[in-house]
């Protein structure tokens, strides 16, 4: 079950008044997909936590709040990235989590700009038209590589390692199933739960399956879900 409240926020950009709904609560029932995808009903939730001014385009967790000045958001707001958003569905919440990643990446709000690119992944998979899911993986496949560039192998072993099997299962999801099985050739982790994973995407790359499958997959892969 989850809670949600009506508010209203006045827009940090352009002070107009906005009508948006608050989570103040959800819950998760089930495994989450291999890249992290919570189960409902926090599944259905993500697409309320993002704000969007109805006015001037402005997108926030918080309308109220900007930690860019205005002129700032205003030139990204304008520019060709922000309008177009990869071309996603205008007005869809994978749309506007992409334009709140080139808001945080800005910001250089690391957290940020990973949780709300991976959510406009999240999002984008509910589109029907899967060309819009893959724009936006890729986008994240080069900035999960950017990450693991930037890691310690030793002090930051466990965030490589779930960095390592999502960036394969972001191969496997955008039919890069060569690349998805390179990225865990001869990858040993820690987690015999990570270990089973890796297999899992391995053994659905051979088979050239880009389907979406969760950690219940793996774990009962003769149980329904």
């Known amino acids: 079950m989850s809670t949600i409240l009506q508010a209203t ?86 749309q506007k989590y992409y334009r709140l990643y080139l808001l945080m990446l800005e910001e250089n709000d690391t957290y940020g700009t990973f ?35 930037g890691l310690d192998c030793d002090h930051e072993r466990n965030e490589r390692e779930q960095l390592t099997i999502m960036l394969a299962e972001c191969h496997r999801k955008c039919h890069n199933f060569e690349e998805a099985k390179m990225v865990l050739s001869g990858k040993t982790f820690e987690s015999e739960l990570l270990n089973k994973i890796a297999a899992f995407i391995v053994k659905k790359s051979e088979d050239r399956d880009a389907n979406p499958y969760n950690v219940g997959h793996v774990t009962f892969p003769f149980e329904e879900h």
């Open 115 to 149: 949780t709300s690119l991976l959510r406009a992944v999240w999002e984008a998979e509910d589109i029907l038209d899967n060309s819009y899911e893959i724009r936006v993986r890729e986008v994240l496949i080069s900035l999960i590589e950017q990450k693991l560039h």
């Open 9 to 94: 926020e006045k827009c940090a950009i352009c002070g107009s008044k906005n009508n948006v709904q608050l989570v103040c609560s959800t819950n998760s029932f089930g495994p989450p997909d291999l890249d992290l995808r919570p189960a409902p009903m926090a599944r259905y939730m993500i697409g309320h936590m993002i704000h969007e001014c109805q006015n001037c385009g402005y997108v926030s967790y918080d309308l109220k709040k900007c930690n860019l000045t205005n002129e700032r958001v205003k030139e990204i707001m304008n520019s060709e990235d922000y309008k177009t958003a990869l071309q996603l569905p205008d007005g869809s919440t994978a």
